[in-house]
């Protein structure tokens, strides 16, 4: 068991192209020492060069530290990420897509101090591509997971925060976090549910924040304002971590605690000194 029998769980918002990666890799290894983190999951769907995720992106995370990927609404933008989505235990995609669509619904995986966290992926519905109710597709993950798992992270994929609220209800009492992800905006309601699940309706964006969501903002601009077609290239000013550290009861898998988490270039710089120092 962890120490007090308690389990921290850190999700990355949605990590966005080189300038976010390069954050990751950095600072992750320090940040879960100094924070006593037994499990970080991430939101790469914006990791190879703001969309979807590449198998050498993939090892890249992991290798850094990441220890579970979630996905989004880009997640099948290169095929390529196929035979990882199908062969790896460390990555899910929406438990509410069609059960033949590349990638595996859930996953169970185990922290060093052996407390079982399940991590599920779903996709919301208002003003995004149809799919299947995540409501219901939730309430079949959890049928199907095995009693003793009972820290259980859902990372909710969501545009609206009404969608996410809905969730986060739906959910109280019955997993541990029920965190948003895809809009890029960290929000400030991160709370514990009456029936102790940690919420928060969005996470935020790792990558650069002298952007619009992550690209470049004249290119944006040029395109909304004249429909002159611009390639939306990754920004790269104000690289930052944003993060929700979600503490639990590992026995009862009950949130404790909730905190936002920022780190910016210089404050990863500091953590990437801890575990790879320079000299
Ligand atoms: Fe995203
Ligand atoms: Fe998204």
Same mark, same amino acid.
């Given at each position: 068991?962890?120490?007090?029998?308690?389990?921290?769980?850190?999700?990355?918002?949605?990590?966005?192209?080189?300038?976010?990666?390069?954050?990751?890799?950095?600072?992750?290894?320090?940040?879960?020492?100094?924070?006593?983190? +037994?499990?970080?999951?991430?939101?790469?769907?914006?990791?190879?060069?703001?969309?979807?995720?590449?198998?050498?992106?993939? *090892?890249?995370?992991?290798? #850094?530290?990441? +220890?579970?990927?979630?996905?989004?609404?880009?997640?099948?933008?290169?095929?390529?990420?196929?035979?990882?989505?199908?062969?790896? #235990?460390?990555?899910?995609?929406?438990?509410?897509?069609?059960?033949?669509?590349?990638?595996?619904?859930?996953?169970?995986?185990?922290?060093?101090?052996?407390?079982?966290?399940?991590?599920?992926?779903?996709?919301?519905?208002?003003?995004?591509?149809?799919?299947?109710?995540?409501? *219901?597709?939730?309430?079949?993950?959890?049928?199907?997971?095995?009693? +003793?798992?009972?820290?259980?992270?859902?990372?909710?994929?969501?545009?609206?925060?009404? &969608?996410?609220?809905?969730?986060?209800?739906?959910?109280?009492?019955?997993?541990?976090?029920?965190?948003?992800?895809?809009?890029?905006?960290?929000?400030? &309601?991160?709370?514990?549910?009456?029936?102790?699940?940690?919420?928060?309706?969005?996470?935020?964006?790792?990558?650069? *924040?002298?952007?619009?969501?992550?690209?470049?903002? +004249?290119?944006?601009?040029?395109?909304?304002?004249?429909?002159?077609?611009?390639?939306?290239?990754?920004?790269?000013?104000?690289?930052?971590?944003? #993060?929700?550290?979600?503490?639990?009861?590992?026995?009862?898998?009950?949130?404790?605690?909730?905190?936002?988490?920022?780190?910016?270039? #210089?404050?990863?710089?500091?953590?990437?000194?801890?575990? *790879?120092?320079?000299?």
């Amino acid at each position: 068991m962890q120490k007090d029998d308690h389990v921290r769980l850190l999700l990355i918002g949605d990590i966005v192209g080189k300038p976010g990666r390069q954050l990751v890799t950095r600072a992750v290894s320090g940040l879960r020492i100094e924070e006593s983190i +037994d499990l970080v999951v991430a939101n790469a769907e914006n990791a190879a060069g703001g969309s979807g995720l590449t198998p050498a992106i993939y *090892h890249e995370l992991i290798a #850094a530290g990441v +220890d579970c990927i979630t996905m989004g609404d880009h997640i099948y933008r290169r095929r390529e990420i196929f035979p990882i989505l199908n062969g790896e #235990a460390r990555i899910v995609r929406p438990a509410n897509f069609p059960q033949e669509a590349p990638g595996r619904a859930f996953t169970v995986l185990g922290t060093r101090g052996k407390t079982k966290v399940a991590v599920i992926s779903l996709l919301g519905r208002v003003f995004m591509a149809p799919v299947d109710c995540p409501f *219901h597709a939730v309430d079949r993950v959890l049928d199907a997971l095995a009693s +003793d798992v009972r820290v259980i992270l859902v990372d909710f994929h969501a545009e609206a925060t009404s &969608d996410m609220q809905l969730m986060g209800r739906h959910l109280d009492g019955r997993v541990t976090a029920v965190l948003g992800t895809h809009t890029h905006v960290t929000t400030a &309601d991160e709370q514990i549910l009456p029936g102790g699940t940690a919420f928060q309706c969005d996470v935020g964006m790792t990558g650069p *924040h002298e952007s619009i969501l992550g690209r470049r903002i +004249d290119r944006v601009l040029e395109t909304v304002r004249t429909f002159r077609p611009t390639h939306f290239e990754v920004a790269t000013g104000e690289p930052r971590i944003h #993060a929700t550290l979600v503490e639990a009861d590992a026995v009862t898998g009950r949130a404790t605690a909730i905190r936002r988490i920022v780190v910016d270039a #210089a404050r990863a710089a500091e953590l990437g000194e801890r575990t *790879h120092p320079t000299e």
